[in-house]
C-alpha cells in the first residue's frame, strides 16, 4: 500500500510538472506569435495540404530558423485521438549536418520559393538560400547563434559585389527589386554596345581633286633599234596639272545578312581638264642621247583627261579574323576587269631652245599647235581590302592591268606629215595601281571620304608609223612609253 502511495504521488508531481511547463509555454508571447508565422507560411505555401497544426521550417523576416512544434495544453487523450483520426502532414526534414555551402569560385544560383514566385519577388542568393535551408531538430535557443555561424560559413567570397558602374546607363524600371537583393540589383544596369558597322551593300561615290600625270615616248631611226641614233626623237610632257572629277559605283549581291560574302561589282568613270604643264620636245645624231640637235620647250597647259572601268569578283567575309572586336567587319575582294584611259596632250606657245641649221631659230615661234593622243586599256586583276570599324572606313586596292597602248599624233608645223594623222605608236604594256582611301559616316547611309591613288604604266617595244604627205609611211622602232599619275580626290558617297 505504501508502495502504491509512493507510485501514485510521483505520477501526480510528474502531471502537474507537464501541466505547469505546457502552460508556461502556451502563455510565452514569443513562442505564440513564432508558431502563428510558422502556420501562416505553412498555409500559404502549402495549400493543398490539410490545415493541420504540423509546420514546416522557415525562417523568420529576420533570418532566424526554427521548427515549430506542437506544444498544445490538451489531454493525452485528446491528442492520441486526433492523431489517430487526423495523421498529420509533414514535410520531410532534412539534417542540418548535410547542408554544404557553396564553392567560394562561383556565384550560387539564385533561389527563388513559391511565396516569392506568386508575389513577384527576389532575394539576394545567400540570403535566399540560408531562408530555404533546412534545419535540425535541436529547437534549443542556443540554435539561433549556431545558425548565425551557419549563414556566414555559406555566404560566399564573392557575394560582396563590386560598386556600380557609374558610367552604365540606369535602367529605372529594375530599380524596385534593390531592395530584395541585398540593396544590389544587376538588373539595374545595362551593358550599352558599341554600335555595329551596318550592313551596305550598294554605293554610289562622287569626288573631285587634283591630278599629276607625266608622260614620255622615244623612237629609234630604223625599225630594229640598232641604227644610229639608237633614240632618234623624244618627247616628255611633265608636271600636268589635271582637275579630276569621278563618279563610282558598286553593288554587291550577299549570300546572307551576316556578312559572308556575296558577289560583287563596281564601275567608275572619271573626265579631268589640264591646266597646266610642260612638253620639251628633243632631237639626236648620237646614241643614247648624245649629240642633241633640237630642242623645243612648250606650254602643256591644254587637254583634257577621261577614263573608266569595270570590275566582277566575290567579296569574302573576313570577321574571323578579329573575332575579339565584334562591331568591325572587313572583307577581301579578289576583281577582273577592264579599264580604258586616254589623255589628250597638246603643245602650243613654242620656243626653240636649242637650235641648228634645221631648225628654229632660238627663241619663240609662233603658229605651234600641235598635239598627241595617248591610249591605255585592257584587263586587269585586282585585289581590294575593306574594313569598316563604324563610323570609320578603310579601304585599299592594288591592281595589275595587261594593256595595250596605242598613240596618235598630229604635228601641225610638218609640211611633209598627213595631218589629221602624223604618226601612230602601237604596243604592249603593263600597268600597276595602288589606292588608298578612308570615308567617316555622317549616318549610316552617307559618308564624307578621301582617297589617294599612283598608277604607273609602261610599254615594251613597239612600232612607230609614220604617214607622209605623199601618202606613204615609214616604220621605225618606238622603244617605250612611261606613264605615271597620281590623284587626290575628296567626296561624298551614298550607301543603301
Known amino acids: ?43 500559404k505555401n502549402h495549400p493543398e495540404a490539410p490545415n493541420y497544426h504540423a509546420a514546416s521550417p522557415r525562417a523568420t523576416s529576420s533570418g532566424k530558423f526554427f521548427q515549430e512544434r506542437n506544444v498544445r495544453s ?18 520531410p526534414i532534412q539534417p542540418a549536418a548535410t547542408i554544404e555551402a557553396p564553392k567560394a569560385t562561383s556565384r550560387p544560383q539564385e533561389i527563388i520559393s513559391p511565396s516569392m514566385q506568386a508575389a513577384g519577388q527576389r532575394k ?16 534549443s535557443p542556443n540554435i539561433y547563434n549556431n545558425l548565425d555561424v551557419q549563414k556566414e560559413a555559406q555566404k560566399p567570397a564573392e557575394f560582396d559585389a563590386p560598386p556600380p558602374n557609374k558610367n552604365l546607363p540606369l535602367n529605372n524600371n529594375a530599380n524596385n527589386n534593390a531592395n530584395n537583393n541585398g540593396g544590389i540589383n544587376p538588373a539595374a544596369y545595362k551593358t550599352v554596345a558599341p554600335k555595329p558597322s551596318p550592313r551596305r551593300d550598294n554605293s554610289l561615290r562622287i569626288s573631285t ?30 608636271k600636268l596639272n589635271i582637275m579630276q572629277v569621278q563618279a563610282e559605283a558598286a553593288g554587291s549581291i550577299p549570300k546572307d545578312a551576316d556578312y559572308i560574302g556575296g558577289i560583287h561589282g563596281e564601275a567608275s568613270a572619271y573626265t579631268g581638264v589640264i591646266l597646266a604643264g610642260d612638253n620639251q620636245d628633243s632631237d639626236y645624231f648620237g646614241n643614247n642621247r648624245t649629240d642633241e640637235f633640237s630642242r623645243s620647250n612648250n606650254d602643256a597647259g591644254k587637254g583634257h583627261v577621261r577614263g573608266f572601268s569595270s570590275g566582277l569578283g566575290y567579296e569574302f567575309d573576313t570577321d574571323v579574323m578579329h573575332a575579339s ?45 600641235s598635239n598627241y593622243r595617248a591610249t591605255w586599256h585592257g584587263p586587269f586583276l585586282g585585289v581590294k581590302l575593306k574594313a569598316d570599324y563604324f563610323p570609320h572606313n578603310f579601304g585599299l586596292r592594288t591592281q595589275y592591268s595587261f594593256a595595250k597602248y596605242n598613240g596618235a599624233a598630229d604635228w601641225n608645223l610638218r609640211g611633209d606629215f598627213m595631218h589629221p594623222k602624223s604618226f601612230a605608236h602601237q604596243a604592249d604594256g603593263r600597268g600597276t595601281l595602288f589606292q588608298l582611301d578612308y570615308s ?11 582617297l589617294a591613288s599612283r598608277q604607273a604604266w609602261v610599254t615594251d617595244a613597239g612600232t612607230d608609223t609614220v604617214y607622209f604627205a605623199d601618202e606613204t609611211t615609214v616604220t621605225n622602232r618606238l622603244n617605250k612609253v612611261n606613264w605615271n599619275s597620281q590623284n587626290y580626290l575628296m567626296g561624298v558617297a551614298a550607301h543603301w
Open 1 to 43: 500500500m505504501r508502495q502504491a502511495n509512493i507510485i501514485f504521488l510521483l505520477a501526480g508531481t510528474v502531471l502537474i510538472s507537464s501541466v505547469s511547463i505546457a502552460a508556461a509555454q502556451s502563455e510565452n508571447p514569443y513562442l505564440k506569435r513564432q508558431q502563428e508565422l510558422a502556420r501562416q507560411r505553412f498555409k
Open 74 to 91: 490538451v489531454s493525452p487523450a485528446k491528442t492520441t485521438k486526433a492523431a489517430v483520426s487526423r495523421p498529420e502532414y509533414t514535410k
Open 124 to 139: 539576394a542568393p545567400a540570403e535566399q538560400m540560408l531562408e530555404d535551408a533546412p534545419i535540425g531538430q535541436n529547437n
Open 209 to 238: 581633286g587634283g591630278r599629276r600625270d607625266n608622260l614620255d615616248w622615244n623612237i629609234a631611226s630604223d625599225a630594229s633599234g640598232t641604227a644610229t641614233p639608237n633614240i632618234l626623237s623624244e618627247l616628255k610632257w611633265r
Open 325 to 369: 572586336v565584334p562591331n568591325l567587319h572587313s572583307s577581301i575582294i579578289p576583281l577582273v576587269g577592264y579599264s580604258w584611259q586616254r589623255l589628250y596632250l597638246h603643245m602650243q606657245d613654242g620656243k626653240q631652245t636649242i637650235a641648228s641649221e634645221d631648225t628654229p631659230p632660238l627663241g619663240e615661234f609662233a603658229g605651234l599647235n
Open 440 to 450: 567617316y559616316a555622317l549616318s549610316d547611309n552617307t559618308e564624307i571620304f578621301a
